[in-house]
């Protein structure tokens, strides 16, 4: 018997499956969305995005939107344990390489309301809440995925051609491909403390970090109203030990006044466990993890919804190709390829940082008393900090880094305005040509024909210095905006070039999107 299959089914509401949902949508591929809960999931969580990440958020098309409901973080200080400056870190709110603020601090229940609003517009996408996922068959060409409606007790099945794994560290897609999370070898129990007050405490404006290892502590303002505790768990203690005001109160009296505590509303008061951990394998087939499911990262350095919305971004261009007829289905082999050592990197990031801060004891703060203060000089470390730029990507069919010397090949192009806007905005989801030397009708027409775009960075631009100094005269550069290879004329690059069709932008979401047609020989 046969039935009709969806391209996708994406396993998980959370930003990773909304921003995966999203960007399909926008190469008109139809998916299906399944979620356990009805609605956003009210409780805050994460709440830093950096300005890499923010480049996707502008690519959904919900840019406006999320500058409406966040507050850009001045950078990074390093505080003792009597709270005196050891070392501050700052950032241009104004934005930098990626055109936006290098630290975006914002209220995880109001991105995914905008995620969720924003989704609603493309037609190609089904978001159906109130389901859980029971189990994964593979089936020829295709995927069966049973689930059971949670208000009904009915039992249901779909079949896809890909599933992606959005469904969180507990993650049932996970244990259906007989993938295992790594230990990293990193656990610390944490206080997580959410509270909104009119009051301004008038803090310096960005993230407050307390080295101390007898009670590590995070602070940060993430609204015109709202603030973020966090505090390191000691043994014994529990959030059983700081359930209302009076009780948290020895916690908060270094930020906040006696007068304070009467203008304070406690929003959530949780403990959490942060781990470091890693899928050992991203994908089995047809199916995919994402986020939480494949990798878990301490909050150190604010990366962990950021992991998730760079695999989305980085796997669904590669989907829609594939599912379109444009590109082999054997370059869904780079999705892990390139995103698992991103991943790796910033994980051993966020635990060294994690443990440069809170461990040591009594002689670890004396050497962060000592050395922090002489940080901003080493060469390099405080523009490596911040600069906003991730690693890059390794080696892969997709990007053509020689083995010895990188160049730009795997780096994300800088967000810089050019003659006509914004690199991104510019692209579009598409392949591009940047190249500093202006481009002739002659040579532009056959990459236009494939549906790509060039652009021509000018002498004095910062576009034109970051390709000088990286020793090419030309870039091709991927729909997600990854150098893919170096040449130094247009013509070097097209035969990496693919015909690859432009994604449909954010303000013609509303329009009708082709639904993808597929069966599958399965069962019933």
Known sequence: MTSPTIPV???????SGLTAATLLAQYGIESLVLERWDGVYPQPRAVHLDGEIRRIVERLGIGAGFDAITRPALGLRL???????????DR?????RNGFPEANLFDQPELEALLRANLALYPAVSLRGGVEVTGLTVEKDCVRVDFDDRATGATESVRAHY???????????RTAIGAHMRDLRFEQRWLVVDLATTIDPGHWG????????SRAATYMRIGTTRHRWEFRLRPGESADDYGDLDRLWPLLTPWLSDADHAGLELVRVAEYTFRAQLADRWRTGRVFLLGDAAHLTPPFIGQGMGAGLRDAANLSWKLAGVLRGELPESVLGTYETERKPHAHTMIRLAKLTGLTMTEGGELGNRLRSLLAPRLHHLPGLTRTIISGESPPLHRSALVAAPPLRRGLAGRLVPNE??????????????YAVITTSAPSPAETAPIEQRGGVVLHATPGTALHRWLRAGRTDAVLVRPDGTVQTCGRTLSDLLPSLPTFAPSTRPAQAGSPTPKAAGRCEGHP
């Open 9 to 15: 089914v994406i396993v998980g509401a959370g930003p």
């Open 79 to 89: 505080v003792d344990p009597r709270h005196r400056v050891l070392a501050q870190f």
């Open 92 to 96: 241009d709110p104004a934005g930098g």
């Open 163 to 173: 599933v992606l794994g959005c469904d969180g560290a507990n993650s049932l897609v």
């Open 206 to 213: 960005g993230v407050h970090q307390v080295c101390d290892p």
């Open 417 to 430: 305005h050019i003659a006509d806007g914004r690199v991104d905005d510019l692209i579009a989801g598409r």
